[in-house]
């Protein structure tokens, strides 16, 4: 049996690679020894030192999940922001930082679970949902799932090729909301009520849903979805702000 992971420690992560998902996204890998695992789901806080000893800690979901030392992160620049400027443009393969986690244990989804799933994103909210579907791929889980992610326009996509070719029994619809691509079949727009009744299972097939972005759009999906009669203990919602 493996030792439970210790969450609450700080452990010291170095930077095996790191690409470029979006204009102002970035997706990073990090090996961290002892790191014991996660769910699909789970988030990690990063805390980042200067020189002159000052410390900025962030919360950034997994794009991975399982036992792996490695684990991956793909963040979103905010030009405000005082750690994630530094993961999108500075730091380098070799670099190190502080990881704390895995944490949280509500907004996960385990390969044991047999239910229809439901995810929604808008943005980078599809890190956790990503990590998701990943975990159903290596599980061999066959349970259908159904992604309707929100970006702003197609350069905006975290994971574009991936989610391109998705396993089997897995449905993946993209919703624009400023520019969508030529002669695309759904008009640039926010996720309307009567998107959702369109592109995703109804309530009657009681799915497990999970939404995730920023938090304008996950209330107003969460309520639409609720509104339409999908259980409120079935709609799990996971939203960010400022990194």
């Known amino acids: 049996m493996s030792p439970a992971p210790q969450v609450g420690i700080w452990k010291v992560a170095t930077v095996v690679s790191a690409h470029a998902e979006t204009p102002s996204g970035r997706t990073l890998e990090l090996d961290v020894p002892d790191w014991g695992g996660n769910v699909a789901g789970q988030h990690v806080d990063v805390r980042l030192t200067a020189p002159d000893g000052y410390q900025a800690v962030r919360s ?13 992160l793909a963040v979103d620049k905010l030009p405000d922001g005082e750690v994630s400027p ?22 996960v989804w385990r390969p044991e ?16 949902l990503m990590a998701m579907l990943r975990s159903r791929t290596a599980s061999a889980n066959m349970s259908p799932f159904r992604l309707l992610y929100s970006v702003r326009t197609p350069d905006d996509a975290f994971f574009r090729t991936e989610l391109a ?5 897995v449905e993946v619809t993209w919703a624009y ?3 969508a691509p030529p002669d695309w079949p759904r008009p640039a727009g926010r996720i309307s009520p009567g998107d959702l009744a369109a592109l995703t299972f109804p309530p009657s097939e009681m799915p497990a849903v999970f939404i995730c972005g920023p938090t304008g759009f996950v209330e107003a999906v969460a309520d639409a979805l609720v509104a339409m009669g999908h259980d409120p203990a079935r709609v799990k919602t996971e939203r960010f702000g400022g990194k």
Do not use: H, N
């Open 113 to 128: 679970q047999m239910d229809k799933v439901q995810l929604i994103a808008g943005g980078s909210g599809v890190v956790p």
């Open 165 to 169: 070719t998705p396993s089997p029994g």
């Open 86 to 107: 530094y993961l999108v443009d500075d730091v380098q393969v070799g670099d190190q930082v502080e990881v704390r986690g895995p944490l949280g244990g509500w907004f």
């Open 177 to 179: 909301t400023r520019q």
């Open 60 to 72: 950034y979901s997994l794009a991975s999940s399982g036992p792996q030392p490695r684990i991956q």
